[in-house]
């Protein structure tokens, strides 16, 4: 069945996130299931298809990097808040209650 090249991109995608993800973790993985794919989506294009349907995969794995590292530096954050906020806390307490 051809397909749109946009039709490709998404089912590409879809497909490369149904994966377990220990076997979507580095670039290799993406090649290698880029090479199955050559296989089963049928698009029009100028460029190797194979070529092109690795570096959708490649993005889509980038992404999923960025999307993780932005979620460890927001954890990051919290906990820093977390530990200001106790800091201010013991501060407060310390410094006032020898006041009263």
């Known amino acids: 069945m051809w397909a749109s090249h946009e039709a490709a991109r998404t ?3 879809r497909r490369w996130r149904a994966l377990p993800s220990e076997r979507r973790e580095t670039y ?3 090649a290698i299931f880029a090479q199955q794919l050559t296989y089963d989506l049928y698009f029009s294009t100028i ?3 194979l070529k ?3 570096a959708w995969l490649i993005l889509e794995l980038d992404a999923d990097f960025r999307k993780a590292e932005a ?3 927001f954890e990051r954050m919290q906990a820093m808040d977390a530990k200001q ?3 201010t806390q013991w501060a407060t307490e310390f410094y006032f209650s020898e006041a009263a």
Do not use: V
């Open 11 to 13: 089912e590409a995608a």
């Open 28 to 30: 290799a993985d993406a």
């Open 47 to 49: 460029t190797d298809r």
């Open 52 to 54: 092109l349907i690795t």
């Open 71 to 73: 979620r460890a530096r």
């Open 85 to 87: 906020a106790a800091f």
